[in-house]
């Protein structure tokens, strides 16, 4: 099973963020971790990691926000230096591009995990257990 | 399939023998108004020298600075044979503009919109719901005296309240429906969200578009999305409002009615008269109005006449596309741009909507162009990559269209400004603002 992550697109202007967070807020649907990438000409791409990524893409959509689900690949990072460019290393080697990556914090404090936006997360966890790298199921994301 | 068969196929040696008389009768009847009284008398009109419907030209333009400057009661030609209705302009800047009617105006302007309306394919078995402002803005009550003489079934909706007219549309079968193109559009998204599927869940099977130019794309799309055919209409409140130009059932150009308007395209430069086919000026007048006429009236709108005579058999001239107002026209870096071009455009994208903002600025002495496009949220994949992509694509394909290259902005859907329920196309922020 693959994992999902919802991206909205906004206009880089203040308040944006905040009507989508409400939005959120109103269907008590929790987020774990957000990036925001931002183009040049005033917009951006808001990258979230939620418990319940269908439900939040839908009730998005509903308020007027484009918003779609991503597919991502989430591993654990250890503490070993050189474990992200090893990782990356085999995607580049594959010839997979990385739109995005971003790293957040566990609930327990102490393991960080990695989101990996790429456009064929299927391959990438294939190529990542060939590896031996380790990454989590659907279940292990949205509890994280 | 005609509504007044002998009118509308008559012979052009006979159309032009009826226009010459009824000018006659018009310019008479403006001879009582403050405005023509004073300038026939410092120009000198002579009727009698007016023998064929092209010595039009002798006479001198009127023009909207001329309706502004003489507000309100200096066009009104017949004060005793009493006016019973006006319509005015908003008029954002300056004196507004006003038109008035007597009831043979009413009945005449109420006859020609059900002219055009039964030429669109509108017939007395059709609920016609009319979605546009009543109140001073012709297209309420112009359609709606237009409609109800046809003899079809008008349900006043007015603007706005996009769940009730779904609902009235579903209540009473809604057939036909008159508005601007840019509602339908917002229109639609409102029927998506409420997971109603016009094709399927509605009897909509013609529209009736105008009052905002728009491109050919912006009505396939439209036709598209409803599975209905949607027929362009002109009008503008100096000539009554809706009714005086509309397309038959081969949507290839709209005739005007030449029995109640001489058609002149003139040369915006020269002020000379062009030739059928080539792009300039619409000047009108009327022929058929008696509280107020107005004659050899410069419309602003950019337009030619079709040469050709059309399939359908009405022997009125047709009008192209109005491809804008000569307000709209921007001049950017020595090039003539008219907002309708960059629509033009935009149609080719699926990706984004079809509200569009053109904002023109000056920086560091350089003048700019940025377009901003809405967001489609059905198109929307979160790729950013693609996104960028569609803004260089966009960017290019307006610029071998303009030959200014535009910075595209991509905005969130519904962002754009409205005023008055008319999309706003364009910001030029170089000028002076004018309020809105
Ligand atoms: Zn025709």
Not at chain 2, 62 to 91: E, I
Request: aromatic share 6%; proline share 5%.
């Amino acid at each position: 099973m693959i994992a999902h992550q919802v991206s909205v697109f906004l206009e880089n202007k203040p308040g944006r963020l905040e009507k989508i967070t409400a939005v959120l807020k109103e269907q008590q649907l929790n987020i774990r971790a957000m990036t925001l990438s931002t183009s040049t000409a005033g917009w951006g791409i808001l990258n979230l990691l939620a418990d319940q990524p269908e439900r939040a893409c839908q009730v998005l959509t509903a308020a007027g926000h484009p918003a779609a689900l991503r597919e991502i690949v989430v591993v654990k990072m250890t503490d070993a230096p050189g474990t992200l460019h090893d990782m990356l290393l085999l995607l580049a080697k594959a010839g997979l591009n990385v739109q995005n990556a971003y790293g957040t914090v566990l609930g327990d404090q102490r393991s960080a995990i990695l989101v990996i936006d790429v456009e064929d997360a299927e391959s990438v966890q294939q190529i990542f257990s060939e590896a031996g790298v380790e990454t989590l199921s659907t279940e292990q994301v949205y509890r994280i | 399939m005609y509504w007044e068969p002998e009118i509308e196929q008559l012979p052009l040696a006979r159309l032009q023998q009826l226009q010459l008389e009824r000018l006659h009768k018009t310019i008479e009847c403006a001879g009582r108004s403050p405005f023509y009284q004073q300038q026939f008398a410092s120009g000198g009109v002579a009727v009698e020298q007016l023998r064929h419907i092209d010595d039009i030209r002798s006479l001198p333009f009127t023009t909207k600075d001329d309706l502004r400057s003489h507000f309100p009661y200096g066009f009104l030609a017949d004060p005793k044979d009493g006016p019973v209705r006006l319509h005015c302009s908003s008029g954002t800047t300056g004196n507004p503009t006003v038109i008035f009617h007597n009831q043979h105006d009413l009945a005449s302007w109420a006859n020609l919109v059900a002219r055009s309306l039964y030429c669109a394919g509108v017939r007395p078995t059709d609920v016609f719901q009319n979605i546009c402002g009543y109140g001073l803005f012709t297209g309420g009550l112009g359609f709606q005296y237009g409609a109800e003489h046809l003899g079809a079934l008008v349900i006043p909706a007015a603007a706005g309240n996009s769940r009730r007219q779904i609902k009235l549309m579903q209540d009473f079968a809604t057939t036909a429906v008159h508005t601007i193109p840019s509602y339908l559009l917002r229109l639609h998204s409102v029927f998506t969200e409420l997971g109603i599927d016009p094709r399927r869940d509605t009897d909509l099977r013609l529209f009736v578009i105008g009052a905002e130019p728009h491109s050919e794309g912006q009505r396939r799309r439209i036709e598209e999305l409803f599975g209905v055919s949607a027929y362009n209409s002109y009008g503008l409140s100096e000539m009554n409002g809706p009714g005086v130009a509309f397309e038959c059932q081969q949507q290839n150009g709209l005739h005007i009615w030449e029995d109640c308007f001489v058609v002149e395209i003139i040369d915006q430069e020269t002020l000379e008269p062009l030739p059928d086919g080539e792009f300039g000026e619409l000047v009108l007048t009327t022929l058929d109005r008696q509280a107020m006429p107005l004659l050899r009236y410069r419309t602003r709108d950019l337009t030619r006449i079709l040469p050709e005579p059309c399939p359908c058999g009405r022997t009125h001239r047709r009008l192209d596309r109005i491809t804008g107002r000569s307000d709209d026209m921007l001049i950017l870096k020595g090039c003539n741009i008219f907002p309708m071009q960059i629509e033009k455009v935009l149609m080719r994208f699926a990706e984004v909507g079809s509200d569009y903002l053109i904002v023109v600025e000056n920086r560091n002495g350089s003048d700019e162009m940025q377009i901003q496009v809405e967001v489609q949220k059905e198109w929307f994949t979160g790729n950013m990559e693609a996104l960028e992509n569609l803004s260089r694509k966009i960017s290019h394909e307006v610029r071998d269209e303009i030959l200014v290259t535009p910075a595209i902005c991509l905005v969130e859907p519904g962002s754009l400004p409205k005023s008055e329920g008319k999309a706003v196309r364009v910001q030029d922020l170089r000028k002076p603002q004018e309020s809105v």
